[in-house]
């Protein structure tokens, strides 16, 4: 595709309202001549853990069609790709609801705006839906991680979370272990590719409404992604299944601090619903030369 008729790449970041925090994400509103093979080539470029294609839009119903994809590959659903999306139409079209038609199926958002500053998005996401992680899931994913049992929360324990992705659910003792990640990376990707998971979602608990975590992003060629809203929702759902979402269900998700860029997203949950609904502002990235200096090579 020649220069003339490239569609323009837009750069968000999501989870903050400061362009130093959150998690970096393109955004392609004019998507629809790209095939497979120049989304991908483009999201590679960009270089973020995944840039969000508008394929198809409908600006009159307010409803567009999206698909995600990493560096290496095509993802089903990206929860922080998806509030930058939504930010940028709003800062297009006005704010206001939002539909997404995502391969994982539809996804309503609301978005509002305080005048004279950042635009918020809240995405309700699909059912979600939680497990507990098998011996030799738990086995394999310790070892590449370089942790041990001892090293987890007895009353959150592991399992296999779905927000729209299907995420393991580690929760450790201590905010020093959750600190020192440093995991191997090929090993962790290779058992991540056979799972079947997008991200890991290792949190610690510090009270029953603030949690803070840490995604490893190895199969999109990520070290760590700084703010996951998929895997938000998966810990979302992952909470009820347990039983232990806080009485109001709200609870908010501390994230990418250990890697200098703030992120925080607020996770609205119930009991008898299995959808989770998952907020936070974006903002504009004006320097489109900044890399995420979080990944791999």
């Not at 995405?123 to 507990?132: A, D, E, K, M």
């Not at 310790?142 to 927000?163: I, K, N």
Request: hydrophobic share 45%; net charge negative; glycine share 8%.
């Amino acid at each position: 595709m020649s220069p003339k008729t490239r569609p323009e790449i837009l750069r968000y970041t999501a989870f903050t309202s400061d362009p130093a925090g959150g998690n970096p994400a393109g955004v392609v509103l004019d998507a629809a001549a790209l095939d497979d093979a120049a989304m991908l080539a483009t999201a590679a470029e960009v270089g973020y853990s995944e840039t969000a294609f508008v394929t198809a839009a409908d600006q009159d119903a307010r409803r567009f069609r999206l698909r995600y994809f990493s560096p290496l590959a095509e993802v089903a659903f990206c929860g922080h790709a998806t509030v930058a999306t939504a930010v940028a139409l709003a800062e297009r079209i006005g704010p206001g609801p939002l539909v997404f038609d995502t391969p994982v199926g539809e996804i309503t958002l609301d978005t509002t705006a305080v005048p004279g500053g950042t635009v918020t998005a809240t995405l309700t996401s699909v059912p979600t839906r939680s497990r507990p992680a098998s011996e030799a899931e738990l086995h394999a994913s310790l070892a590449a991680l370089h942790w041990s049992p001892e090293d987890l929360d007895a009353a959150l324990p592991p399992h296999v979370a779905f927000g729209g992705n299907e995420h393991l659910v580690l929760a450790v003792t201590t905010r020093e272990r959750l600190a020192a990640l440093d995991y191997d990376f090929d090993a962790l990707a290779e058992i991540m590719h056979r799972q079947g998971w997008t991200t890991l979602q290792l949190v610690w608990r510090e009270t029953p409404e603030l949690f803070h975590a840490r995604d490893p992003f190895p199969i999109g060629g990520v070290v760590e992604d700084p703010a996951t809203g998929a895997a938000a929702a998966a810990l979302g759902g992952y909470l009820r299944a347990l039983g232990a979402l806080p009485p109001s269900g709200a609870f908010t998700i501390r994230q990418g601090d250990d890697l200098g860029r703030p992120s925080l997203l607020r996770v609205q949950a119930s009991a008898t619903d299995p959808r989770v609904r998952v907020s936070g502002q974006a903002i504009a990235i004006t320097n489109s030369a900044e890399r995420t200096p979080w990944t791999n090579g």
